[in-house]
């Protein structure tokens, strides 16, 4: 990946004014998250984009990421209830997501359900495995590790919260 594919840094700024206008919304006060984590999906602008591109839809409710990753990156892991902002390629705010459910198990662990509620290419577990091998492959080899088959992913499913236009009806 060149450095022009690379995502940009999240608007921190914006994401905080997002962040504002949730908890501002919400009856009872807000979430327990003073700051939620900012992040984005994928290693490139292109796939920042196309991913939360399909939250946006309604199309991805799911997610996988690395356990390692989140050691990496000295972050803690997603837990049940918490809630995150995901940016598109340019760093852009687009969505506040609510961790619903979380499993931790082995890549070939994903079953067809999730694979579906993930929502890429053509939804099926074997694209779903053919997919992320090759991404979380080429994510530990950009830090110069090389990927294990022992490696544990984190299973995380979503809704989506805000902005009101986007968000999943409750229930």
């Known amino acids: 990946m060149s450095t022009d594919d690379a995502p940009a840094a999240p608007r921190r700024e914006e994401a905080a004014a997002m962040w504002r206008e949730y908890t501002a919304s919400r009856p009872g006060g807000g979430p327990p998250e003073d700051e939620p984590p900012v992040e984005r999906f994928g290693d490139s602008r292109a796939l920042a984009d196309e991913l939360v591109g399909l939250v946006l839809t309604g199309t991805k409710r799911a997610t996988a990421a690395l356990v390692a990753d989140f050691a990496y990156e000295g972050v803690p892991l997603p837990r049940i209830g918490?809630?995150?902002?995901?940016?598109?390629?340019?760093?852009?705010p687009r969505v506040v997501l609510r961790s619903t459910e979380l499993r931790i198990g082995r890549l070939d662990s994903v079953d067809d359900a999730f694979a579906w509620d993930e929502g890429e290419d053509d939804r099926t577990r074997a694209s779903w495995l053919e997919g992320h091998l090759r991404y979380f492959t080429r994510t530990q080899q950009a830090r110069g590790q090389t990927w294990d088959d022992a490696l544990e992913v984190v299973f995380e499913r979503f809704r989506v919260v805000w902005p009101p236009e986007v968000a999943d009806r409750a229930g």
Do not use: V, Y
């Open 82 to 92: 918490g809630h995150w902002i995901a940016c598109d390629g340019e760093g852009r």
